[in-house]
């Protein structure tokens, strides 16, 4: 089994579209509109335009395919009701796996073949959307039948029979504002990134109501997970002016109120901020990519069974310090934290203390083994871990190139929590 991202020929194009020189010329900022706020889904008057309006012009046969899972199904309701008495055909699919797995995707796919939607709306989390856009592509494009070869060369062609609108039930994936899908390969246990152009959603709606029963656990996951994409944005040379102020003002939201949401989710304000905050996180990486937190967060994730945003968010300590002989950039996320004396490298620690702070805040461990993955089975795994990392199109965006070597110490480093000393 061979994915897009194992192709030379691609990993060789990918700089052309991402450099800055290129950028310099033609600088792409894709966003979906968005809708924010509790009145999202309001019945009553607004003196704004309502949802309703919107889709009444975009949708022509107005048949509506909700993509979901059994948690998030209550949310999607909401909107269904919504929706249906505003005269629209609805149908509710709630099998979404944990993950997006390729057979669900398609499972989802085929639901989608019979009921001939012209709209499709996601609402869950991070695996809910990506299953949706994936089925989506598999919708308009029959004669794709391989998802592991969709990449960010040339556009799939979509919207000819449907648009995509994203409800994200979580704060954190940023999938709702990005080009990307992650998918699960069960025969091969690897993570398989899609991406291209037209994977954007159209329309994302941003209630923070839908976030207010998530468990602190989650709570903290898809928090880091949106730190670690606000971080990587940032760090990348993809990174532009662009997403550079969406990213630094995600890290200082990110900073504030994901702690108080971990606390107490029924803090309305902090579900609010960090709802905003995991899109905005979302829109720095979206445009270009991650780098060393999700390649190796990727390859531990996977093979560990971890939760997405703890396995990336684990890998932030290590991904700037792997960064740091090479790029000066982290002064930029230093200056809105306030970190702002000293020598670049005592800011530098200082920083670093500040991520282990947020983890040892929202009890999140430092190293894999405080997570209590097994040391030999860890090591057991050394090898694949090294070659997932280094393949995962994220590692590639990375400002730092790394060799198997540098890559193993790293993650001998995650394992015991020991500092990067290369
Ligand atoms: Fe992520």
Request: proline share 6%; with cysteine; net charge negative.
């Amino acid at each position: 089994m061979t994915y897009w991202f194992q192709d030379p020929a691609i990993k060789g194009l990918l700089p052309l579209a991402t450099s800055t020189s290129i950028k310099g010329l033609t600088t792409f900022f894709n966003m979906p509109a968005l809708v924010i706020g509790s009145n999202c889904l309001a019945e009553a008057f607004m003196p704004q335009p309502s949802i309703i309006d919107i889709f009444n012009t975009r949708c022509t046969t107005r048949r509506s395919f909700f993509v979901t899972d059994a948690f998030s199904e209550k949310f999607a309701k909401k909107l269904f009701h919504v929706l249906d008495a505003a005269g629209f055909t609805t149908f509710i699919w709630n099998k979404a796996l944990p993950e997006a797995p390729i057979d669900n995707v398609k499972e989802c796919a085929e639901e989608m073949k019979k009921f001939e939607p012209d709209m499709i709306f996601a609402v869950g989390g991070g695996s809910v959307i990506d299953t949706a856009k994936a089925a989506w592509v598999l919708y308009e494009r029959p004669d794709i039948t391989d998802l592991g070869q969709i990449n960010p060369l040339g556009l799939l062609g979509l919207r000819k029979k449907a648009g995509l609108v994203a409800v994200p039930t979580t704060s954190g994936t940023g999938s709702e504002c990005t080009m990307a899908a992650v998918l699960h390969d069960p025969e091969t246990h690897r993570k398989v990134p899609i991406a291209n152009g037209d994977l954007f959603p159209d329309l994302a709606l941003l209630d923070p109501e839908f976030t207010m029963t998530m468990p602190p656990r989650l709570t903290a996951g898809t928090g880091l997970d949106a730190l670690a994409h606000a971080v990587d944005g940032i760090m990348t040379p993809a990174s532009n002016d662009l997403t550079d102020a969406m990213g630094l003002r995600a890290i200082k939201l990110i900073f504030k109120y994901l702690p108080r949401a971990y606390r107490n989710g029924r803090d309305r304000e902090a579900r609010f901020r960090m709802h905003i905050a995991a899109t905005m996180a979302g829109a720095c990486f979206g445009q270009n990519s991650c780098a060393v937190t999700h390649g190796f967060g990727h390859a531990v994730g996977g093979l560990f069974g971890i939760h997405h945003g703890m396995a990336v968010g684990m890998f932030i300590p290590y991904a700037l310090q792997c960064y740091r002989p090479v790029t000066e950039k982290f002064l930029d996320i230093c200056e809105v934290m306030r970190i702002d004396t000293g020598s670049p490298d005592n800011r530098f620690e200082a920083l670093l203390s500040a991520m282990r702070a947020i983890l040892n805040d929202l009890n999140v461990p430092l190293s894999f083994q405080g997570l209590g993955i097994d040391e030999k089975g860890f090591f057991a795994q050394m090898e694949e871990m090294v070659t997932f990392a280094i393949e995962d199109i994220d590692t590639f965006f990375s400002p730092r190139p790394l060799t198997r070597k540098q890559s193993e110490k790293i993650l001998e480093c995650a394992y015991y929590g020991h500092d990067i000393d290369f």
